[in-house]
């Protein structure tokens, strides 16, 4: 098998096998860390990486300076993944955001109003204009002990099908009149479905 040489960085100093490896930068520090590396299976290869700015246009800015420690192909199959909430962000910041990204070849993953929104997403649909705190009291209804930065992953794991559904149909409701990964109003909304999707297929070529 052809052998990927990998930039000497305090990681790696090694060759690695041609395998598309997934890369996530998190604006979170703890709950979208936990919740991604809980996929983590034998024979993938993905990296979560923790990124200094909390604003969209920082973290796609630190995700391309930790990119350069990385021997980063996407012609090889290689994916970057931008994790961020829309927060009370405006509509010019997430645009540069995406903009910014996809002249890197880069991925954002958008999450509005807040990433929990993706958990709500494994029991039940919602379409109505909403808020962080409704999110969270709409998850307590099915995970009663909720906390944030708790690890809910097997919880969430055999709903997945339904979430990935949800998801989609709430992409499909905004595509048509707004790009909903930079747009405020464009709530509620989530890809995070893009990312688990990208990852399920790592694992079934693993």
């Known amino acids: 098998m052809m052998l990927r040489s990998i930039k000497p960085t305090k ?20 709950t979208e860390p936990l919740y991604f590396s809980s996929w983590r299976t034998r024979g993938m290869s993905m990296q979560i990486l923790q990124v200094s700015h909390t604003d969209p246009v920082g973290i796609v800015r630190d995700a391309r300076k930790l990119l350069e420690n990385y021997d980063f192909e996407p012609r090889a199959g290689d994916s970057a993944w931008c994790v961020y909430d829309v927060d009370e962000n405006e509509d010019t910041a997430i645009e540069s955001a995406l903009k910014f990204a996809e002249s890197k070849k880069f991925n954002v993953v958008v999450s509005n109003p807040c ?76 890809n995070v479905y893009e990312l688990v999707e990208t990852i399920l297929d790592a694992q079934a070529r693993a």
């Open 11 to 30: 990681r790696s100093r090694a060759s690695r096998e041609t395998k598309p490896i997934i890369f996530i930068f998190c604006e979170g520090i703890k």
């Open 115 to 190: 990433f929990e929104l993706w958990y709500l997403l494994h029991f039940q649909a919602i379409y109505s204009p909403t808020n962080g705190a409704n999110i969270s009291q709409l998850l307590k209804k099915h995970i009663p002990d909720y906390q944030k930065n708790n690890p809910v992953y097997s919880l969430l794991k055999p709903h997945v099908a339904t979430a990935i559904t949800n998801a989609k149909l709430l992409a499909i409701k905004y595509n048509a009149q707004v790009n909903p990964k930079c747009s405020r109003a464009a709530a509620p909304y989530t």
